[in-house]
């Protein structure tokens, strides 16, 4: 089993600013690719950014300039720096990891259960 655990939401006033944590943990063997996605109420769920193992990233044009994605691999753990946050970023942040787990190294996508972040003054 798997369990991706995200938190840093909130409630933020425009401008300003915000962390997003999601540690993996489990019987994992290894991660690949590590992102956040987000989805606005009436809207299609979105990649907002991307990280490999590696470390290299990829980044929505909504966000470039403004949020940094980042990990800890020693931590299985994904961050997404968010600052300049606007109105439009108002959405629910996943968390999403390709992991490879337990004693038959099966490999899954897997999600986070969400966190709202709301940028409103």
């Known amino acids: 089993q798997v369990q991706l655990v995200e938190s840093g939401g909130g409630l933020v006033q425009p401008g300003g600013s915000l962390r997003l944590s999601c540690a993996a943990s489990g019987s994992i063997v290894s991660i690949n690719a590590m992102g956040w996605y987000r989805q606005a109420p009436g809207k299609e769920r979105e990649l907002v950014a991307g990280?490999?193992?590696?470390?290299?990233?990829n980044y929505a044009d909504s966000v470039k300039g403004r949020f940094t994605i980042s990990r800890d691999n020693a931590k299985n753990t994904v961050y997404l720096q968010m600052i300049s946050l606007k109105p439009e970023d108002t959405a629910v942040y996943y968390c999403?990891?390709?992991?490879?787990?337990?004693?038959?190294?099966?490999?899954?996508?897997?999600w986070g259960q969400g966190t709202q972040v709301t940028v409103s003054s």
């Open positions: 990280i490999t193992s590696g470390g290299s990233t």
């Open positions: 999403n990891a390709v992991v490879t787990y337990g004693s038959t190294w099966s490999r899954i996508v897997h």
